[in-house]
């Protein structure tokens, strides 16, 4: 079970990202930095009482290497959120966090992820039969606003969710109509923690140990999200930046070691051809920043099959013209 008042500070989390942070991401990521909490992607509270395979996949973890675990849930139903809490408590996670922040259509259409702003009894309603329903602690996370910020609002409805039992906000210092453009505000996070008892995480925007630090203020914590695609060194760095060390980031063959080695992880999770279709969009972000690499993103997003991964990248790594303006070719050696 997971203390979030006596973990170390500051707390470093992997964002819920829907599609990307699977079983192998974050296991991915714990072995490159154990002291990361990881969140599951978003799963839905109906999807776990139907025992879909897929929505069941999405919270499946391994035990050895994943905790302590968060797993992330939607949905609008009260008594759903009893009984899905159940089967995840059952299953082992080390605790719940419900999203509130989730600006998407399909979501915000069906009453749920952000829509919750707009309904806070419900919301609290909802956090209040969670906690009752399980003795792991339950945490929310959300946006400062739904349309604009309305600093009234927002730290009622913060308090609110804190008075049900929530044990940990994550706050994304963004308005649910903002989507993900625009810069996440953090100001009003920063004034909301300075209202509550209990620990408040930060989200948004930060990519490296220089955003954390300079944005981490009075919070307990940061999470991080689309600042670790392809880049799940980013929190070496942002640690290091926090103890005071220097950190060095990785060369070219680290990165398509672990590209690879992120690679086994997803197709040992279900299977090859799941593992290459997942993985489509994960090489193109461990490719991005690698000079003359175009035409090997364009190839890899492609892929059908572990050897055609393999074949694109020897082609690349052979057709490589090593150059001054790029340091790194030296080092690189064939797959
Ligand atoms: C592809 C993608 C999927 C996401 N899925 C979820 C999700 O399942 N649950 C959630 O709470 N937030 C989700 N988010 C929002 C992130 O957790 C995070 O709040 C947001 O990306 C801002 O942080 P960042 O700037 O560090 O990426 C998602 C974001 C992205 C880009």
Redesign the pocket.
């Given at each position: 079970m997971l203390d979030w008042s006596s973990l170390p500070r500051p707390i470093i989390a992997l964002?819920?990202?829907?599609?990307?942070?699977d079983s192998p991401y974050r296991q991915l990521v714990k072995e490159i930095c154990p002291r990361v909490i990881c969140?599951?992607?978003?799963?839905s509270v109906d999807g776990i009482l139907h025992g879909n395979e897929a929505t069941m996949r999405q919270i499946m973890f391994d035990p050895e290497k994943e905790r302590p675990i968060v797993a992330?849930i939607?949905g609008k139903k009260p008594e759903n959120f009893r009984k899905a809490v159940k089967i995840l408590t059952a299953l082992g996670v080390d605790a719940i966090?419900i999203?509130?922040?989730?600006p998407?259509k399909k979501i915000v259409s069906s009453d749920c992820?952000s829509s919750m702003l707009k309904n806070p009894a419900l919301a609290e309603e909802i956090v209040r039969a969670t906690v009752e329903s399980t003795s792991l602690p339950v945490s929310v996370?959300m946006?400062i606003g739904i349309s604009g910020y309305d600093e009234m609002y927002f730290f009622d409805f913060a308090r609110r969710m804190e008075k049900a039992g929530a044990k940990l906000l994550?706050i994304?210092?963004?308005t649910s109509k903002q989507m993900?453009g625009g810069e996440?505000d953090w100001h009003p996070i920063y004034e909301l923690k300075k209202n509550l008892q209990i620990p408040v995480i930060g989200?948004?925007?930060?990519?490296g140990g220089v955003e954390a630090i300079n944005k981490i203020g009075n919070l307990d914590g940061i999470?991080?999200?689309?600042?670790?695609?392809g880049n799940p060194w980013v929190f070496c760095e942002i640690l290091a930046a926090f103890e005071n060390r220097s950190y060095t980031p990785p060369i070219f063959q680290e990165k398509i070691n672990t590209m690879l080695h992120h690679y086994d992880l997803a197709c040992a999770f279900k299977n090859e051809k799941w593992g290459t279709l997942e993985m489509r969009k994960q090489f193109a972000w461990y490719i991005r920043g690698i000079p003359h690499a175009s035409g090997l993103r364009q190839k890899l997003v492609t892929a059908s099959s572990r050897q055609e991964v393999i074949s694109m990248l020897n082609e690349f790594l052979v057709l490589r013209k090593p150059s001054a303006a790029d340091p790194e070719s030296r080092q690189a050696q064939p797959a």
């Open positions: 964002a819920p990202m829907a599609g990307y942070t969140f599951t992607e978003f799963t992330q939607f966090d999203n509130m922040g989730c998407a992820g996370k946006r994550t994304h210092g963004r993900y996440a989200n948004g925007d930060i990519r999470m991080v999200g689309r600042g670790s695609f």
